[in-house]
């Protein structure tokens, strides 16, 4: 220990004129990096071994320090050079959005004001702002904007905050202090599309209903609930004495972007006095632009609702937003009064609405970026989204090579079929082959960093995705994919059939 504590040297302090010329550099190089995505490729194909070494994760924690300046400088190209960027105007995998500027710049923001959004005493602005990005999120989607709610780290803590929502209000017994066995052989039970992400069984896992306790209502061609099915299986389970906990629906599947049917859902729960908790995770949003008979609208009539700011608001990872409708069944699902902890009970303190303790300035960036773009922004966005991958799909479709599967909000379906197979794939082998090939399609594609796409089975046959949460992608953009899709499979055909007959 160094002997003389008056003025310490500490190894993390640093000047603040070193910190602004450190900073804007990054700045600097950070600009110039958003710049030029569209020229690099989406993502490198290298080994977790070459990745580790490029960018020096790897070797022993150091024991001594390194140069701030130098360390952050050294970094960047790296970082940039070996990062999947899904910024690029040709990323089009999964849900993963590109980040809006100024969300980058709230993160910095909000790390360095580091308000503690347990408590409205450690972050009066904060959780002010917090509190009005709950509210915006909510009137955006045409959801009560007097609902309880907050941010958490995604689509899947807010669907599991609403599922703890629902488990507190349904069980008819005190589930927080004698827990989800006290019911006896009577067991809480959730219902949710066979379509549903995989955050269910997280959530039945982790509010302790158990995977066993989910019912996987089918549905049907069109990838929607069959709520016959959902009304079936409900009134069995209440016949057999057990507690229907929570009915999930589904706002823009994973998947293929499918809306359950919303609205009949919603009724079914009504009449039943059963939670309704919709995920809207991926689509959420897309009720501020839906039609007004569309189902997307009936997320409004939900208990509960999931989005995902840092999917289609275009937030840096990580925000997700949780939406109760009646906030004091939030509270009441997660609030303790604990001895140490002196709150005024008038002001909202987020500890007492979610899992979380100390909490991060999440909706900083949120907030940021509603104020930037407003309402009508986003809608637009959100909108040109949507256009562009029906323009995906019109070209798609027009292709002889390509098979356009589904077309939901912004996500296309699809695959290639060699021209001579299209006509035998009902037959067991071509099928099989067919989804061989795309397969390895996807990987080289994935690998080639030209373009990014993800894959989806429906029916049994395996299909690339192409998802659009993306405001820097354009209709050249999207006119490039069936050609580079073609291209790679015609090859790729050529080689593995190449392989069969050797
Ligand atoms: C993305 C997604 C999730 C999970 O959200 P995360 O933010 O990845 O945790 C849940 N449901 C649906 C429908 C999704 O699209």
């Known amino acids: ?22 900073g804007h550099r990054l700045v600097d190089d950070l600009a110039e990096f958003l710049t030029r995505i569209p020229t690099r490729p989406v993502t490198s194909d290298d080994s977790p071994d070459a990745v580790r070494a490029a960018v020096g994760a790897n070797g022993p924690l150091p024991e001594h320090g390194t140069d701030p300046a130098a360390l952050l400088a050294d970094l960047v190209p790296r970082l940039v050079s070996h990062s999947l960027l899904n910024a690029h105007p040709r990323f089009f995998g999964y849900i ?12 910095f923001l909000a790390a360095a004001i580091n ?5 409205w005493t450690l972050s009066p602005a904060a959780t002010e702002i917090e509190a009005q990005t709950v509210r915006w999120t909510a009137e955006f989607i045409g959801f009560p904007a007097d609902c309880g709610g907050l941010l958490v780290s995604g689509g899947n803590m807010a669907n599991i905050v609403g599922v703890l929502a629902a488990r507190a209000a349904a069980a008819p017994w005190d589930v927080r202090t004698q827990g989800v066995g006290a019911g006896g052989g009577r067991r809480l039970v959730a219902y949710a599309s066979a379509e549903t992400h995989t ?23 069109d990838q929607r609930m069959d709520t016959h099915a959902l009304e079936a299986a409900i009134d069995a389970d209440r016949a057999a004495g057990h507690v229907p906990c929570v009915v999930v629906g589904t706002a823009g599947s994973v998947s ?3 809306v359950d049917p919303l609205t009949a859902v919603a009724a079914i729960c009504r009449a039943r006095g059963i939670w309704f908790h919709v995920d809207g995770a991926y689509g959420g949003f897309a ?27 275009y937030a840096p990872l990580e925000a997700g937003c949780a939406l109760v409708r009646d906030a004091a069944a939030l509270r009441r699902a997660f609030a303790y009064h604990p001895p140490y902890y002196h709150f005024d009970e008038h002001v909202v303190n987020y500890v007492d609405y979610g899992p979380q303790n100390s909490r991060g300035f999440r909706a900083l960036k949120v907030w940021l970026a509603m104020k930037q773009a407003g309402a009508a922004g986003y809608r637009q966005t959100i909108r040109e989204d949507i256009a562009l991958s ?21 996500i296309a379906t699809f695959r290639f079929v060699p021209a001579d197979l299209r006509a035998s794939l009902s037959i067991p082998d071509v099928a099989a082959y067919v989804d061989a090939l795309n397969r390895a399609l996807l990987d080289r594609i994935q690998r080639g960093g030209e373009l990014f796409v993800s894959n989806a089975v429906i029916d ?18 999207v006119h490039a994919v069936p050609e580079i899709v073609v291209e790679q499979g015609r090859r790729l055909d050529r080689a593995m059939r190449g392989e069969l007959t050797r």
């Not at 004129?17 to 450190?22: K, S, T």
């Not at 308000?115 to 408590?119: D, E, F, R, T």
Request: charged share 20%; proline share 5%; net charge negative.
């Open 460 to 477: 049994g046959r395996y299909l690339l995705r192409a998802c659009i949460v993306n405001f820097h992608t354009s209709l050249a953009d």
């Open 96 to 107: 993963t959005s590109s980040p809006a500027p100024i969300g980058v710049l709230g993160d």
């Open 390 to 410: 029906q323009a995906m799909a019109r070209a798609i479709a027009a292709h002889p090579e390509l098979e356009l599967v589904t077309q939901h909000l912004s």
């Open 256 to 258: 293929t972007g499918a």
């Open 1 to 22: 220990m160094q002997d003389d504590l008056t003025s310490r040297q500490t190894a993390l302090a640093l000047d603040p004129e070193v910190f602004r010329a450190i």
């Open 115 to 119: 308000a503690n959004v347990g408590s």
């Open 287 to 313: 009720a501020a632009v839906a039609d007004p008979d569309d189902d997307l609208r009936a997320l409004s009539l939900a208990d509960s609702v999931a989005v995902d700011p840092h999917k289609w608001l």
């Open 199 to 221: 955050w269910i069984q997280k959530a039945a896992d982790i509010t302790g209903l158990g995977t066993d306790a989910i019912r996987w209502i089918p549905t049907g061609r």
